[in-house]
């Protein structure tokens, strides 16, 4: 299951989490590493977008409490389809 992930951190002074940043970083690259995201991008000024590629919701959970322990955030989920799922989706008659 694939979702886009949009974190909204806490507002603090950047000053103060500094630290918690940088050791955001090498928790998503394991996370890359292990296949379970396809990507990270940090948001321009504070925050980061993810796209993870998961087996569960209960996995989903556990990833998003990780990151907010890491770093305290809101976060936007939006469930995403494979363009090929789409594809074929679109591909199939009315009513079938």
Request: glycine share 6%.
């Given at each position: 299951?694939?979702?886009?992930?949009?974190?909204?951190?806490?507002?603090?002074?950047?000053?103060e989490v500094r630290e918690?940043?940088?050791?955001?970083?090498?928790?998503?690259?394991?996370?890359?590493?292990?296949?379970?995201?396809?990507?990270?991008?940090?948001?321009?000024?504070?925050?980061?977008?993810?796209?993870?590629?998961?087996?569960?919701?209960?996995?989903?959970?556990?990833?998003?409490?990780?990151?907010?322990?890491?770093?305290?955030?809101?976060?936007?989920?939006?469930?995403?389809?494979?363009?090929?799922?789409?594809?074929?989706?679109l591909a199939e008659e009315?009513?079938?």
């Open positions: 299951m694939l979702f886009l992930v949009i974190s909204t951190p806490a507002p603090t002074r950047p000053s918690a940043r940088r050791n955001f970083w090498p928790w998503a690259e394991d996370k890359l590493a292990r296949g379970i995201a396809r990507s990270f991008y940090p948001r321009s000024g504070r925050g980061a977008v993810a796209v993870f590629d998961v087996d569960s919701h209960e996995t989903l959970h556990r990833l998003l409490n990780e990151w907010a322990e890491a770093i305290p955030a809101e976060f936007a989920l939006y469930p995403l389809m494979e363009p090929e799922s789409i594809a074929a989706y009315p009513g079938g």
